[in-house]
């Protein structure tokens, strides 16, 4: 286990040196920092003093270590259109971003998992069949469309939930929550919906597809010629087997779930990180970029690695060392 | 779907031989896709012919006529049956100009990252050893991002080495970034295929008689290979032609004076308070007609292939 541990950590090693890599080449070939910060009708000699103080004379590999250094204590720069620290831009967005992936995943979760077993339960019933025919279009539609239809029935016929924005927000030490009033609440809801309609239709498939598979196998007859309750074969042996799959792919999903919210943010002008993210792109500002990314791919990574820990807590056959081979 | 036979016309014989073609007649589902595919294709590439209005000839276009309502509403008119956008433009003509756009950027993507992918697959296949692990490890890393930010990072890359750059780059740099993230999966899929035939009788035969490896790679292996490609290449276009309308809706897409169906969803969208729904819905409702009737053809098509569902 501690072996495995090692490598899945050498390995998001290897992954965010690889991302720094890329998010150091944008900086190194995207746009002349010496030029920008300088302007037109500098002198070659002023220009060569900015060179030697920005450390852009050194060879290669010093660079990209200091670059490495910077980063890692959260200095990427200024934002090029903002003027501002970029660290200081994110630090601002993050709270927005996490707590509307966050909210989405719950919706997810809470809704895609006891629908996925009931259409693998009730198979053939004329509820299950509308869940799967829903599912169908929630996976083929674009997010952005989905936003955009609830926007018109919820915030503009109906006129019963805001569209805009966070609404109140409470700050908590740096951080500003929505969690902590109604309006925030009111104006999560059509975002988070909108985000985790996706992910939901991927959870109900992916579960009613394990709980079919489950409920053919032996040790579910078995339990059932025990003479335990339907309750407990269900929840107790078949949903339990089916979340491995559903763990990894929440995970994994986690990742799109933060590359939907750039859309989900644009469709509802909600102010994280996504929506800073796609003016960077906008405007080509390099440092939000490169930060942006860098982040991400950290989120990834620990995503990544806290879905193959809790691997061992769901699956107990992993927790058995496997045997060395030759015995 | 027309696209199979676009692109390999030699496997068009063995596409709609016998099996498929039967099966694609006692398939209501992939007749009436179909159908509806046809009909999009159709009015999109002839756009300039079908189309009931020119929007981008601004001699007819008459900004008394903006904001119309669609033809069955009150205060429309029979001339715009689906309305007019702020400026006076007939929608659907533009969704037919829009879709034109769309399927033009969609199609060129999947061809692109098609022939990217399945020459890197056959390279990796064959020549096995650093380059074959060089290659898969990229493909491992592209495949841990989700396609829509490494497609927007490739495109904001674009904008800031290119500044200035004029349509036809912005659509080349969007091609380049949607094709892209595609490619990894023809990879994978050509690497596999190339792995079990490359120990064929057949290669070896050719190796025997001294046919050169890339004549082998190219002549011999490359069509035996190339059936789940097209599959995978049917239902790519539908992802292709959504991340082009995202894209173009977060507005980084195509230039803005050719615009997509994503381009006029976004234009839309802000009328969208003011009551005036159609000029964003009927794009919307065009992209997810294209989007699923695809899909649906492409889902059809792999059960058709498969031989193991037969």
């Known amino acids: 286990m501690l072996a495995f541990i090692l490598r899945r950590l050498a390995q998001a090693l290897v992954v965010m040196l690889t991302v720094a890599f890329i998010a150091f080449m944008l900086f190194q070939y995207v746009g002349d920092p010496v030029a920008s910060m300088l302007g037109q009708d500098a002198t070659p000699e002023q220009r060569e003093l900015l060179r030697a103080e920005l450390g852009l004379d050194k060879p290669f590999p010093v660079q990209f270590a200091r670059f490495v250094g910077n980063a890692l204590q959260g200095d990427f720069g200024i934002s090029l259109r903002q003027g501002r620290k970029v660290s200081t831009l994110i630090v601002e967005r993050l709270p927005a971003t996490l707590e509307l992936s966050i909210a989405a995943a719950v919706v997810a979760l809470l809704v895609g998992i006891p629908l996925g077993v009931y259409a693998a339960l009730r198979r053939g019933s004329f509820g299950s069949q509308v869940a799967m025919t829903v599912s169908l279009l929630g996976v083929s539609l674009p997010t952005f469309l989905i936003g955009i239809l609830l926007i018109l029935v919820f915030a503009v016929t109906l006129k019963w939930l805001p569209s805009f924005g966070r609404g109140d927000v409470v700050s908590l030490g740096g951080w500003t929550t929505g969690f902590l009033s109604v309006d925030g609440w009111a104006h999560l809801v059509l975002p988070a919906i909108t985000l985790s309609v996706f992910q939901l239709a991927l959870i109900l498939r992916l579960v009613r597809a394990e709980m079919l598979e489950v409920l053919r196998t032996d040790y579910i007859k078995f339990a059932r010629a025990r003479g335990l309750p339907n309750r407990a074969v269900y929840f107790g042996h078949a949903l339990k087997n089916t979340l491995v799959p559903v763990i990894t792919i929440t995970g994994l999903q986690l990742g799109a779930l933060i590359a939907f919210a750039i859309i989900t943010e644009t469709v509802f002008q909600w102010p994280g990180m996504g929506l800073l993210f796609i003016q960077a792109v906008q405007f080509a500002d390099v440092p939000v970029m490169a930060a942006y990314l860098c982040l991400v791919a950290l989120i990834f990574v620990i995503v990544n690695l806290a879905v193959d820990l809790l691997y061992f807590a769901v699956d107990p056959r992993l927790r058995i060392e496997k045997p060395a081979g030759g015995h | ?310």
Not at chain 2, 68 to 96: C, N, Y
Not at chain 2, 99 to 127: E, K, Q, T, W
Request: aromatic share 10%; net charge neutral; with cysteine.
């Open chain 2, 1 to 310: 779907m027309e696209s199979p036979a676009i692109k390999a016309p030699g496997a068009l014989a063995r596409f709609f031989d016998g099996d498929v073609w039967h099966s694609f007649r006692n398939s209501p589902m992939a007749v009436v896709a179909a159908v509806i595919a046809a009909l999009c294709l159709f009015s999109a590439i002839f756009a300039g012919w079908v189309a009931p209005h020119d929007p981008f000839d601004l001699a007819s276009v008459n900004l008394s006529d903006s904001r119309l309502p669609p033809a069955w509403m009150e205060g429309g008119t029979r001339k715009f049956v689906l309305g007019t956008d702020d400026q006076g433009r007939d929608i659907l003509s533009a969704i037919m100009y829009g879709a034109r756009i769309s399927l033009f950027v969609g199609f060129a993507s999947v061809l692109l990252s098609m022939v990217v992918g399945v020459a890197l697959g056959l390279l990796s296949g064959f020549a096995g050893g650093k380059i074959d692990a060089l290659i898969m490890r990229v493909c491992d890393v592209m495949l841990s991002f989700p396609s829509l930010l490494v497609a927007l990072l490739i495109d904001g890359v674009g904008r800031a080495i290119f500044p200035n750059a004029d349509s036809t780059l912005a659509f080349g740099v969007l091609i380049v970034a949607i094709s892209l993230t595609g490619w990894v999966q023809y990879a994978r899929t050509v690497r596999g295929s190339t792995l079990v035939e490359r120990n064929r009788e057949y290669v070896q035969a050719a190796r025997v008689i001294g046919v050169k490896p890339s004549r082998i790679m190219f002549r011999h292996v490359l069509p035996n290979v190339m059936g789940p490609v097209l599959v995978l290449a049917t239902i790519h276009i539908a992802s292709a032609i959504i991340t082009e309308a995202t894209l173009s809706f977060l507005g980084v897409g195509v230039p803005p004076t050719s615009p997509s169906l994503g381009t006029l969803i976004r234009i839309g969208n802000d009328f969208l308070f003011s009551g005036e729904w159609w000029i964003t819905i009927f794009p919307g409702v065009m992209l997810i007609l294209i989007a699923l009737s695809v899909n649906l053809l492409g889902d059809w098509l792999r059960d058709a292939l498969n031989p193991r569902l037969r």
